[in-house]
């Protein structure tokens, strides 16, 4: 599905990422913890193609394809989803209409036909009652006067929407409480399959009580520095980074 | 008198005098205060970002031939009536006017007297009123709530034509009506200029709505001068819609002389290449109790130019006064500009009033995040665009005039609908 390999990119000369592999297969499910400004946001950044960062170095393939050489909506349209740590509100711009301009850019891309109004409303009705999200907001501006979790739950509805091959959720678990981390949970885990591939990132191995995942990663310092199965998430959170630190230091 | 021949009015040395003669006193001080009238520059306050210097190097000449290519139309459903160059297209206008509205051609009037709000000693006006093509009056009789907009259309065609036209307004006691405006210009019309003029009475209790559609071309001349009295009880909106121009400048003055009245001002104005538009607008609260509601906002590309002046005037005597104004731009490129001045002059003590002007650019952050769902870079910034003028055109009452302007913004700038 990807695969990074040496990724370097650097931010007003900054050097963020230095020297990231990593590699996803469909069906599987990767979680990625590290300490805070260690480049987990970044990463998600640069792969959704963002143009404040410079990629001084590495490949990132895209289910074959040259990621990097891509526009920000050609990655969306080819099935690269990113749910935001912090997403923007934009007064005025219906959830609907912008979904239904998203929607059919990405089917004009694949040659596809429009969606007729009344298939896209269903879909609406599907996809809101996934995500439990009131379809008020679905026709609202988009996150404008949304709670903090109505606008992750807004994320994961999007992407309900847009079905991606592969899904990169930031801290989608931060400031939910437990009923709205089981619906987001119940969301991601109805939309995978075989073909999809999701990278959750957290902080909190609560999460990973709900979306399982198959491998869990340590960023640390702009690398990949360990890998191991869902039990590390524990691990972590037990015993924070400081082991992993001294690891690093022999 | 000056004797520097750039500032003498030279672009009106071929036109004929009109024979129309509705307020002879003045008439007569307009044509003497043209003797010696020079172009304001732009050292003139009024004046200061439009330049008038480019009338000069047209003269304008009257055309009465009014066959046009194609007919123009805002309202389906409305009684309209077409001008071409100020000249009236019989076969495009309706003959049958909705029940308690009465008009009276301007030209060959012989029984309504007028007593004009004009003033003679400002050029546009003076020219207006020395060399008018034709006017018409509206007359809402009281009490009519008229169900039918009525729509007056003109059209510019030609080179380097002059339309020189006076609309006058009376809304009576408890009358409710729309009034459309709609300005175009035909398909190869070079150098034309609509100099417009309008006058309104909306006598006590009365409504009126006044939607002015402006979609001429980027060569195209307007100045419009409106200048609208209210009387107790009544409520006056205009939605000023200015979608295509060269030169435009809009001189709306409002005057609510009566008590307890309401006043709606909503402006758009969507510039691109070289275009330069200019709203002035006056709201003067003479009497108490009053409320007041104005929000304009450009979006302005390439080298286009923007102005907004708007004054809110509330007199000594006018206590218990709501008046809001509010101003926002974008620019959406480097070389555009817009030179926005809201004003408030308060005598009075017990009101409440604000007033505010921002500008800025399409917000990235929101531009990326649409591009991240697949959204292409225009489509996201379109999605924007029209996100933020949609807060004035939702304030057109007449579906089909808002369906319209929403039509003719997606036709030019091709918006997302
Ligand atoms: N646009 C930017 N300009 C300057 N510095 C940046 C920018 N973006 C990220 N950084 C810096 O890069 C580092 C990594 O930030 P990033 O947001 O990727 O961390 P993170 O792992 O997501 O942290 P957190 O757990 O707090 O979300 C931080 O030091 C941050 O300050
Ligand atoms: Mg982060």
Redesign the pocket.
């Known amino acids: 599905m990807i695969k990074i390999q040496n990724l370097h990119a650097s ?2 000369g ?1 050097e ?1 990422l230095r020297g990231l592999d990593l590699e996803i297969k469909a069906g599987e499910i990767h979680a990625i913890m ?1 300490p ?7 990463l998600a950044s640069v792969l959704a193609g963002r143009e ?1 960062y410079e990629i001084t170095e590495g490949s990132v393939e895209f289910d074959g394809q040259d990621l990097l050489d891509m526009d920000t909506e050609e990655r969306a349209r080819e099935g690269l989803f990113l749910a935001f ?1 912090y997403p923007v509100e934009i007064p005025g711009v219906s959830n609907i209409n912008f979904l239904r301009t998203a929607l059919n850019e990405k089917r004009e891309y694949l040659g596809q036909e429009a969606m007729s109004a009344k298939d896209f409303m269903a879909m609406v009705r599907e996809k809101s009652a996934l995500v439990e999200l009131d379809p008020k907001l679905a026709s609202r501006s988009v996150n404008e006067g949304f709670s903090g979790g109505e606008k992750k739950r807004n994320e994961i509805f999007q992407m309900a929407m847009l079905e991606p091959k592969l899904a990169i959720l930031d ?1 989608t678990d931060s400031g939910l409480d437990i009923d709205a981390l089981r619906i987001v949970a119940n969301g991601v885990n109805t939309l995978k399959s075989k073909d999809n591939a999701t990278i959750v990132i957290t ?1 909190y191995q609560r999460l990973l009580d709900y979306i399982v995942p198959d491998y869990v990663h340590v960023l640390f310092d702009g690398k990949i520095v360990k890998t191991g199965p869902k039990e590390l998430a524990l691990e972590l959170e037990e015993k924070g980074y400081d082991w992993i630190k001294e690891e690093l230091a022999q | 008198m000056s004797t520097d021949s750039n500032k003498g009015i030279k672009f009106t040395e071929q036109l004929q005098s009109t024979a129309i003669n509705i307020d002879p006193d003045l008439k007569k001080r307009a044509n003497d205060f043209l003797k010696d009238a020079e172009l304001p520059t732009t050292r003139n306050e009024a004046w200061k970002y439009t330049r008038l210097a480019k009338l000069n190097k047209v003269a304008f000449v009257q055309n009465e031939d009014t066959s046009l290519s194609r007919s123009f139309e805002i309202d389906r459903e409305a009684c309209r009536i077409t001008f071409v160059n100020g000249n009236l297209a019989t076969n495009l206008s309706d003959l049958k006017l909705p029940e308690g509205v009465n008009i009276v051609r301007l030209r060959g009037n012989q029984h309504e007297q007028f007593k004009l709000k004009t003033n003679p000693e400002e050029l546009f006006g003076a020219i207006n009123l020395s060399y008018l093509s034709d006017g018409i009056y509206i007359h809402v009789s009281k009490k009519v709530k008229v169900d039918q907009p009525i729509e007056i259309i003109h059209v510019l065609k030609g080179s380097d034509v002059i339309s020189n036209f006076k609309t006058i307004i009376k809304a009576e006691e408890f009358s409710q009506v729309n009034i459309i405006q709609g300005f175009f210009a035909e398909d190869g019309a070079s150098s034309c200029f609509m100099n417009n003029s309008l006058e309104i009475d909306v006598m006590d209790n009365a409504i009126l709505s006044l939607d002015k559609i402006q979609d001429e071309n980027k060569e195209a001349f307007h100045i419009s001068n409106e200048m609208i009295d209210q009387q107790k009880d009544s409520t006056f909106t205009i939605n000023t819609h200015t979608l295509n121009g060269g030169l435009v400048r809009n001189n709306l003055n409002i005057r609510v002389l009566g008590t307890n009245c309401s006043t709606n001002l909503f402006g758009t104005y969507l510039l691109n290449g070289r275009q330069h538009v200019d709203n002035h607008t006056v709201v003067d609260h003479k009497v108490p109790h009053c409320e007041s509601n104005e929000l304009y906002k450009g979006v302005m590309n390439d080298q286009s130019t923007g102005v907004f002046n708007g004054k809110v005037f509330v007199r000594e005597d006018a206590q218990k006064i709501n008046a809001f104004q509010s101003n926002a731009n974008i620019l959406l490129s480097d070389t555009a500009s817009i030179n926005s001045k809201p004003e408030l002059e308060i005598y009075a003590d017990d009101v409440k009033c604000s007033h505010g002007s921002t500008t800025g650019q399409l917000d990235e952050e929101a531009i990326y995040y649409l591009q991240t769902r697949g959204i292409s870079k225009t489509s996201a910034r379109n999605l924007l665009i029209r996100a933020f003028v949609e807060e004035v055109l939702e304030n057109i009452a007449n579906e089909n005039v808002r369906q319209f302007t929403e039509s003719r913004l997606n036709d030019r700038f091709n918006w997302a609908l």
């Open positions: 931010v007003e900054k963020i590290g805070n400004g260690s480049g987990k946001s970044t404040d740590q801290e902080h």
